[in-house]
């Protein structure tokens, strides 16, 4: 008789976040569906001993969030998640602060200028809909409640709680491929950045080519080989949509010296399935031109609410 082996040792993250988030320690980051009756493999994010857990962080103005933001969060976290590939383990989601939103703005014609709390508000809206339900279905992912100044001492707290019980933690930030440039490859986060071209087009992707033009400094393009998920393996709850078999993930390395690899890793669609446009500059454009009647439906496939978004907007007036 083959001996049986014992489950691999894990933990709950949003355990630690409480550790390390010492701002508000009964922070409750992600929705426990198995206290609402759900199946154990659809609970909080898990952290296990025997692999590297990585979480992918997303920084952005959102101002406004538009569903271009949705699709990149979601289309990168269905191809990353998988425990016998990539293993991201959560998505955190962070707005900057609104200094940084002024000088976005300070050329705009019409300069829109939503506070932290509005952008937060909508960034929840759009991808909790449905409050219990909405969270269940994406419980992958935190809305961090400060703006991301409150991200870097916090990163290093939580890396350091998780570390001392033997859990380690890679850190990846999700970027769109127009801060990926093939010429200048940003380098953000503590081991890489994740990218997709699920709603922009990428420069280091050749318009119906298979070879991706390699990025300066970093080692050639290869193809992971990680496991494909199938179709139906997991519930609709508790998951990103599956992926989509006819895409591809792609990872690129440099040596960082005094830190170790660094990584790009690029999730290939095959089909972009929005507007390549579709950016937080046009919505406010959109607004900026149009008139009070038409602005719903001149939002409409753009915005992740536009009813709400109106409704932000006619607050701040008042």
């Not at 025997?50 to 969030?65: A, E, L, Q, T, V």
Request: hydrophobic fraction near 35%.
């Amino acid at each position: 008789m083959m001996p049986s082996s014992s489950p691999p040792e894990t933990a709950k993250l949003e355990d630690y976040i409480r550790k390390a988030w010492t701002k508000d320690p009964a922070i409750s980051p992600f929705i426990n569906t198995e206290a609402t009756g759900s199946s154990a493999s659809e609970g909080t994010p898990a952290l296990r001993r025997d692999r590297k857990n990585r979480i992918i962080y997303y920084i952005g103005s959102f101002n406004p969030p538009h569903l271009g933001h949705a699709a990149l969060l979601d289309h990168v976290y269905a191809h990353s998640h998988s425990p016998d590939g990539f293993n991201a383990v959560a998505v955190i989601v962070m707005a900057h602060g609104e200094s940084w939103v002024n000088r976005k703005v300070r050329n705009d014609a019409e300069p829109l200028r939503l506070t932290f709390d509005q952008r937060r508000r909508l960034i929840e809206d759009g991808l909790f809909a449905g409050e219990e339900e909405g969270r269940r279905r994406r419980n992958w992912m935190w809305i961090m409640p400060r703006d991301v100044n409150a991200w870097w001492v916090f990163q290093t707290k939580l890396n350091d709680a998780c570390a001392r019980d033997g859990f380690e933690l890679e850190f990846f930030e999700l970027l769109g491929p127009d801060y990926v440039k093939a010429d200048k490859p940003q380098c953000h986060g503590w081991h890489g950045v994740v990218t997709s071209n699920i709603c922009r087009t990428a420069d280091f992707d050749e318009a119906g080519g298979q070879a991706l033009l390699p990025m300066v400094e970093f080692q050639p393009w290869e193809q992971e080989q990680e496991q494909k998920q199938q179709q139906g393996q997991y519930p609709d709850q508790g998951k990103a949509e599956t992926e989509d078999s006819s895409d591809e993930v792609w990872m690129c390395r440099k040596h960082v010296k005094g830190h170790g690899d660094y990584s790009i890793r690029y999730i290939r669609a095959k089909e972009p399935s929005l507007d390549p446009g579709m950016s937080s500059t046009k919505l406010r454009n959109i607004i900026a031109e149009s008139s009070p009647d038409e602005l719903a439906v001149n939002l409409r496939g753009m915005a992740m609410n536009p009813e709400l978004l109106i409704q932000v907007m006619q607050e701040s007036e008042q």
